[in-house]
């Protein structure tokens, strides 16, 4: 990226909210990343406790990655909820009792806008940001080429569902199996987080996720346990419909959403509307529902 910058930069490109039907998937590659003065200015975007965080990280590569996974959430979300008249610098945060990131809207005065949902999930090389409303939203990215250290069955059988280590041991190729064991780790991954719990409160054995018949790259929640349910909570939030979504992205990682379904959606399937940004410098429109 050789051009020069200023801290005079062009606003952000202002966005209608996703629909009920829709979810925003925005990403950037930290390798397109190279200015250091954009880098710059993406740290005064940032809280002094999220400053003190990134900074205190070792490894220029963990720190960059980092700045650019805060920096990626407050300039999708100001583009959204204000039409840009908040600025990212402003934006307030806070965590569910499980550490899932929020936004603290209560600190924003006429915000009559509905509900806005997010999540992150990165990788070294891919950071990823999803936006709905009115209903949770978790996601999860992971490459391709992922290599599995040991058996990929053997692994299953300690994580997965038993109806999931069935699925996979009827793969024959070694390749497609590992590929078909990481495509379930992402959707496993986001569902959890859709919950807003995260693998240790939901463990991936607990639940188990499988295609649905009849349908090209389609996905279901097909059964849960009880162990998935505190006893403080409602059970039916764990039995409640989920829509799932599965994609490639940049051609080198697999993207997964989870939503809860929204009944005033009527039952439609998720349209996913992907974005590529380095913020302030380039926006790049992908695709829609080109699903897997």
């Not at 915000?111 to 950071?127: A, Q």
């Not at 038993?162 to 041991?169: P, Q």
């Not at 039995?239 to 490639?248: D, P, R, T, V």
Request: proline share 5%; with cysteine.
């Amino acid at each position: 990226m050789q051009r020069s910058l200023s801290m005079d930069l062009p606003s952000l490109l202002p966005l209608q909210l996703p629909s009920r039907m829709e979810t925003h998937l925005w990403y950037i590659r930290p390798d397109e990343v190279k200015c250091a003065s954009l880098l710059n200015h993406y740290s005064q975007l940032l809280s002094p406790t999220e400053k003190d965080r990134v900074f205190q990280m070792r490894g220029d590569e963990l720190k960059k990655n980092a700045l650019l996974a805060r920096t990626l959430v407050r300039t999708t979300i100001a583009r959204y909820k204000t039409n840009n008249e908040v600025n990212p610098r402003s934006l307030m945060f806070k965590k569910n009792i499980y550490g899932k990131p929020e936004v603290d809207w209560q600190n924003y005065n006429n915000c009559n806008n509905p509900p806005l949902h997010f999540n992150i999930s990165h990788t070294d090389s891919l950071i990823a940001c999803g936006v709905t409303v009115h209903v949770p939203v978790g996601i999860d990215v992971e490459n391709k080429e992922r290599k599995i250290k040991h058996d990929v069955l053997a692994f299953a059988e300690r994580f997965y569902s038993t109806d999931e280590v069935k699925f996979l041991s009827t793969i024959l190729d070694p390749e497609v199996q590992r590929k078909e064991f990481i495509k379930l780790w992402t959707l496993k991954e986001a569902y959890v987080k859709a919950l807003g719990k995260g693998f240790s409160a939901a463990p991936f054995n607990t639940f188990t996720i499988m295609s649905k018949a009849g349908t090209d790259g389609g996905y279901n929640l097909c059964k849960t346990s009880e162990m998935t349910v505190s006893s403080l909570e409602k059970t039916e939030k764990c039995y409640g419909e989920w829509k799932f979504a599965l994609l490639e992205l940049a051609d080198s990682h697999y993207a997964a959403i989870c939503t809860e379904d929204d009944q005033a959606s009527g039952g439609a399937p998720m349209r996913v509307i992907v974005r590529r940004t380095i913020p302030f410098v380039e926006d790049e429109f992908i695709s829609q529902s080109k699903l897997l």
